[in-house]
């Protein structure tokens, strides 16, 4: 049940930050990375959330033992 939490949370936080062209990471300033001004910062950690919360869903669901 956690593991679909955390996956959900992941899911959302990633799509709010590809509707809005900003990412907000613990490392990014106040303003967010921008899509246009630092797509490095921006695509790489969004990326890798993404990543993560669909291994998490493949874990709850229990395609992944």
Do not use: H, Q
């Amino acid at each position: 049940m956690l593991l679909l939490v955390l996956a959900s949370v992941s899911l959302i936080w990633v799509g709010y930050s590809l509707i809005t062209g900003k990412g907000y990471y613990i490392w990014a300033s106040a303003e967010g990375f921008d899509r246009n001004e630092n797509p490095f910062g921006f695509w790489f950690p969004t990326i890798i959330i993404l990543v993560c919360a669909l291994g998490m869903l493949l874990l709850a669901f229990g395609f992944i033992r």
